[in-house]
C-alpha cells in the first residue's frame, strides 16, 4: 500500500466513512476507491481518471487537493492530455418576422387620393352650373327691357333682390379625409422559462420553454470534471475542465440533456446565457434539463 493510499484510507477512516457511504459521496465505484487506497493506479480507467479520483476522493475527506497532489507527486500517475473533439457550435439564423399590411391598408392612399379629386370635381361642376344659370337669366331679362320699353328697372332690381335672399347658391360640403389607422405594434419576442420542476437526492430537473435555442456555456474556475449525456444517454463529452477553460454547445437539437458534475463550486453553467442557480448544496451532483421549445398559442 502507497503512502498515499495510507493516508487517504487514514482520512476516511477519520471520517467514519465506509467504502459505499464514500462511493455515494464522490459517485466514484467501490472497486475504483479500493485501487486508490492501495496505490494500484493501473486498475482505475486511465492515468487522467486517476488524478481526477484521487481529487475528489480528497475532498470529501477533507484533505486539500492541491498539496496532497505536491507531496506525493512521484506517486500519482502524470496524464497525457488528449484532445477531444467538441461538436462545433452552430451558427443559427433566427427566421425575419416579416410584417404583413392588411389589403385594406395597402390600398388606403389610392382610395383617399381618389376621393380628395372627385370632391374637387364635383365643386368645380357646381359652380359651372350655377354660373351657366346666372348668364341664362341675365340675357333673358335684357331681352325683355328692349321688348317692353315700359319695363321699370327699379322694380326689377327690388325683384331680383328679393329672389337673391331665396336662391342662394348651395353649400358645398367636402368629406373630410379619413385618418390613417395606426400600424400596429410589433409583438415583443417571447422570454425564455428554465423552472425547476423536481429534485431528487443529489438529482435536479429543469425544463426549458418558451425558446428556439438551447445554447450552453460552461465556465471554469478551477478543476472539475463533467460528463454530458445527449437525448440517447451516450456521452457527448467526460472530461476535466481547468480554471479559465470556456466550453459552448449548441443542444436545439436535442429533447433533454444530463450534466454529471464532479466539483459544483468551480464551475457556472449558462442556459441561453442566463445563469442556472444550483438547487442543492453539493459538490457533486446530476442536471437534468427538458427542452420543450417555443409555446403554441
Avoid at 67 to 78: A, I, V, Y
Avoid at 103 to 124: D, E, N, Q, R
Avoid at 182 to 208: A, C, H, M
Amino acid at each position: 500500500m502507497s503512502e498515499l493510499g495510507v493516508r487517504l484510507k487514514a482520512a476516511r477512516e477519520e471520517k467514519g466513512y465506509s467504502l459505499e457511504e464514500l462511493q455515494s459521496i464522490t459517485k466514484i465505484q467501490k472497486r475504483y476507491l479500493s485501487a486508490i487506497e492501495e496505490g494500484d493506479f493501473s486498475r482505475l480507467p486511465g492515468d487522467f481518471y486517476a488524478r481526477a479520483f484521487v481529487k475528489s476522493y480528497a475532498d470529501a475527506v477533507g484533505i486539500p487537493s492541491e498539496m496532497l497532489f505536491e507531496e506525493h507527486r512521484d506517486e500519482l500517475p502524470q496524464p497525457k492530455r488528449e484532445k477531444t473533439d467538441l461538436p462545433a457550435r452552430v451558427n443559427r439564423s433566427k427566421p425575419k418576422m416579416v410584417k404583413k399590411k392588411s389589403k385594406v391598408m395597402s390600398f388606403m392612399p389610392t382610395l383617399i387620393a381618389v376621393l380628395f379629386i372627385l370632391a374637387i370635381a364635383g365643386v368645380f361642376w357646381i359652380l359651372n352650373q350655377n354660373s351657366d344659370t346666372d348668364e341664362q337669366q341675365t340675357g333673358a331679362s335684357r331681352e325683355d327691357v328692349q321688348a317692353n320699353p315700359e319695363f321699370d328697372i327699379t322694380d326689377e332690381l327690388e325683384e331680383g333682390l328679393e329672389e337673391s335672399g331665396e336662391d342662394s347658391e348651395p353649400e358645398v360640403e367636402v368629406e373630410p379625409e379619413p385618418e390613417p389607422e395606426p400600424e400596429p405594434e410589433p409583438e415583443p419576442e417571447p422570454e425564455q422559462v428554465l423552472e425547476l420542476d423536481r429534485t431528487e437526492g443529489t438529482n435536479s430537473y429543469f425544463i426549458l420553454s418558451n425558446t428556439e435555442e438551447f445554447d450552453v456555456r460552461l465556465e471554469f474556475s478551477g478543476d472539475s470534471w463533467i460528463q454530458i449525456n445527449d437525448s440517447n444517454n451516450s456521452a457527448i463529452i467526460s472530461q476535466t475542465f481547468g480554471d479559465g477553460d470556456i466550453e459552448s454547445f449548441d443542444f436545439s437539437d436535442e429533447s433533454n440533456i444530463n450534466f454529471h458534475l464532479g466539483r459544483t463550486i468551480t464551475l457556472e453553467i449558462y442556459i441561453n446565457d442566463e445563469l442556472l442557480e444550483y438547487p442543492i448544496d453539493s459538490i457533486s451532483q446530476r442536471i437534468y434539463i427538458e427542452f420543450e421549445g417555443l409555446s403554441e398559442e
